[in-house]
Every structure is written in C-alpha cells, then in structure tokens.
C-alpha cells in the first residue's frame, strides 16, 4: 500500500503562484511514476502531468506547459507541483496519485494509489 496526502492548495490570485506537494509513504520502493491530476466542478478529472519515480523524467498536458512543473526531493518522498502564472480555469481540485507499473501517464486506470485532493481556487 502507497499512501499519499496531498498539501498547499489555497486561494490565489490570476497570475500568482503556489506550490503543492505531496508525500508519499508505504510502500514507496513500488511506485513507478506519479502523476497530478485536477477535477473542476461538473468536469472530469483530468491529467496535469506526471513524473518518473527514479529517472525524474517529466510530461505534461498542453494546457499547462510553461506554467505548472514537476519534481521531486531527493529522498523520493515527496512530489511537488509548482504552478505559475495561474489563470481561473486552473480552479479545481488537485490530487495526487501512484503508478506501481510502468504505464501510459495519461488514464486514471493507470494508476493504484490516490490522495484525497488538495482545492486551489485561482480569482480573477
């Protein structure tokens, strides 16, 4: 088992920034790759980008290329999501989740594990 909390959502203004992270514990010697998700109000969850657990290598979806970037610390406990130049559309829940299988980044069947979600609200 993988478990993963997710922390640093908040309130921030268009065009600001913020951090978010995420610890893992458990089993973290099964993990293969994480990856970030968000989930607006009356959308679906939906791929924001992912990381490589031991090479660190990094993708991301279109629509936020530029603006959102993913790493890890070097003890490989801890994700971190950092978002700038935040826009409104970027409101939604953010989680956190686990892949244990080397695996397409993309579908959320690709992953085991799930944090419970962090809010980032971003006002105009």
């Known amino acids: 088992q993988v478990q993963l909390v997710e922390s640093g959502g908040g309130l921030v203004q268009a065009g600001g920034s913020l951090r978010l992270s995420c610890a893992a514990s458990?089993?973290?010697?099964?993990?293969?790759?994480m990856g970030w998700f968000r989930q607006a109000p009356g959308k679906e969850r939906e791929f924001v980008g992912g990381?490589?657990?031991?090479?660190?290598?990094?993708t991301y979806a279109d629509s936020v290329k530029g603006r959102l970037s993913i790493s890890k610390d070097n003890a490989a406990t801890t994700v971190f999501l950092q978002m700038n130049s935040l826009k409104p559309e970027d409101t939604a829940l953010y989680y956190c989740?686990?892949?244990?299988?080397?695996?397409?980044?993309?579908?959320?069947?690709?992953?085991?594990?799930w944090g419970q979600g962090t809010q980032v609200t971003v006002s105009s």
């Open positions: 990381i490589n657990w031991s090479g660190g290598g990094t």
């Open positions: 989740a686990a892949a244990t299988a080397r695996t397409n980044y993309v579908p959320r069947a690709a992953y085991a594990y």
């Open positions: 458990g089993r973290t010697d099964t993990v293969y790759s």
